[in-house]
């Protein structure tokens, strides 16, 4: 039990903040340059869900 939870710290303290994670998002989406509107994504959701 002490090894599994020894594991799940070091894997918890590993992962970025919450904003360093939405730094690193901001950065691809910048780096791809596109952009999709917020109205084509929930057409697209609700098209899925037919």
Do not use: C, H, N, Y
């Amino acid at each position: 039990m002490q090894g599994f939870l020894r594991t799940e710290l070091m894997r918890l303290a590993s992962r970025p903040s919450v904003d360093e994670w939405l730094q690193a998002v901001r950065e691809r989406k910048a780096a791809a340059g596109t952009r999709v509107r917020p109205d084509s994504i929930l057409r697209e959701r609700d098209a899925d869900r037919r």
